[in-house]
């Protein structure tokens, strides 16, 4: 179980593994705990197979909510382990298959229970950018490299190249600052 523990603090416990992905038990752990006195809050996130346990220190010290942390999720873990034992010893009875859709339904339902924050929307792909996260980007690019460049002609004493390199900082600014108008305009 300790090898479990990623952290540990007074008044906080998180458990971190493979064996925590498993969403049935992760329930059944977080509802034990609930139950306990002096725990204030229970997060899980089976994805990523975490636990945090959020508890009053003054009512219950850290080592008797890491041995009640550890008893709850060996307990849902092992009827778990179970389960997949009896599947695996009657392989002429498979579990009926729901369909896809209603599949997708329970495991974003799952996720979402046992999330404390909400999913973000996923990412765009990379060659998929909008053109004014392209346009931004080579924006900000050239502003290093005029900035950079700008520097090193005022340290020489090339007035004229300066202020040139100082124009296009400037215009390469403006785009920047068109792109991200809505955010600054709030």
């Known amino acids: 179980m300790n090898s479990l523990v990623?952290?540990?603090?007074?008044?906080?416990?998180?458990?971190r593994g493979p064996v925590l992905r498993q969403a049935r038990a992760l329930a059944q752990a977080r509802s034990a705990l609930q139950a306990q006195p002096g725990v204030i809050r229970v997060q899980t996130n089976a994805r990523v197979g975490s636990l945090l346990l959020h508890y009053d220190a003054a009512t219950l010290p850290q080592p008797q909510a890491e041995a009640l942390l550890a008893a709850a999720v060996q307990a849902a873990l092992?009827?778990?382990?179970?389960?997949?034992?009896?599947?695996?010893?009657?392989p002429s009875s498979p579990a009926p298959r729901q369909p896809r859709q209603n599949r997708r339904a329970a495991a974003s339902a799952a996720r979402a229970a046992h999330l404390s924050v909400p999913a973000a929307p996923p990412a765009p792909h990379p060659h998929h950018a909008p053109a004014r996260n392209v346009i931004n980007r080579w924006a900000k690019r050239g502003m290093l490299l005029t900035l950079g460049a700008s520097l090193a002609l005022a340290a020489t004493g090339a007035k004229r190249g300066h202020a040139a390199l100082g124009g296009v900082f400037v215009l390469l600014l403006g785009v920047h600052l068109a792109v991200h108008r809505h955010r600054l305009l709030k």
């Open 6 to 15: 990623a952290s540990a603090l007074p008044g906080r416990v998180r458990l």
């Open 78 to 90: 092992q009827p778990a382990a179970n389960d997949d034992a009896g599947a695996a010893a009657c």
